[in-house]
């Protein structure tokens, strides 16, 4: 069975400092992993893909097959990062979520 | 353009009651999904809809949650005989395509007392 494990509940960090969400999954097959934002009382959005391979406000995220990883990384923390992050797996079917990392970025 | 819109935003109801709950979703996105996310988790897969079928039901926990589609736009997803572990917040998502991005609703908060 596909599974998201997002390792850390809460991850609070400075403005400034470099950001790590964790991201590692199990998946028979080549998967195409999703990021998901939902900012405070806004609905859950998607970030980024890894398909794409782009960066989107500053973040990126590479597909690390041997350790089966998805980190989600920005080298600069800005405020307005602060939310809840999730890692995910894709259809068939719908999403397959993890339970999500609370990121705070400290003034 | 609107996006995904759900009804009611939140909805509280007793014990053993009949719930329904409402998903609009973006004009012609074929594909539409609905979640269910409980306080501290991520959202969980309920079922997918590809027009006006549903492709895919397999995360409906028993058989007293049923969801339709019928005319392919705006879905309803049904709970009958709610129980207290019913409550959560119900995210309806849909997209362009069956691979395509899911864009989410609001949700609709569901309080079981």
């Known amino acids: 069975a596909q599974r998201v494990t997002q390792p850390e509940k809460l991850l609070s960090v400075f403005k400034g400092a470099p950001v790590e969400l964790k991201c590692n999954y199990s998946y028979s097959g080549s998967p195409e992993l999703f990021w998901y934002v939902q900012y405070s009382r806004q609905r859950l959005q998607l970030l980024l893909r890894?398909?794409s391979r782009e960066s989107i406000k500053g973040f990126t995220a590479d597909l690390n097959k041997g350790e089966t990883s998805f980190h989600l990384k920005k080298p600069f923390a800005q405020e307005e990062d602060s939310a809840m992050y999730y890692c995910?797996?894709?259809?068939?079917?719908?999403?397959?979520f993890g339970k999500g990392t609370h990121l705070i970025i400290q003034p | 353009g609107a996006g995904v819109s759900q009804t009611p935003s939140n909805k509280v109801t007793e014990k053993g009651k009949y719930v329904e709950l409402r998903c609009d979703p973006i004009?012609?996105?074929?594909?539409l999904y609905w979640y269910r996310q409980s306080l501290g988790q991520g959202p969980e897969f309920l079922i997918y809809f590809q027009g006006t079928g549903a492709a895919d039901d397999s995360g409906l926990p028993n058989d007293r949650f049923f969801a339709v589609r019928p005319e392919g736009s705006v879905s309803t997803l049904k709970i009958q005989r709610t129980e207290r572990g019913d409550s959560a917040m119900y995210l309806c998502?849909?997209?362009?395509?069956?691979?395509?991005?899911?864009?989410f609703g609001p949700g609709t908060r569901l309080l079981v007392l």
């Open positions: 998502a849909s997209s362009s395509d069956s691979g395509g991005t899911q864009y």
């Open positions: 890894h398909i």
């Open positions: 995910a797996l894709p259809p068939p079917g719908g999403l397959t």
């Open positions: 004009s012609g996105h074929t594909a």
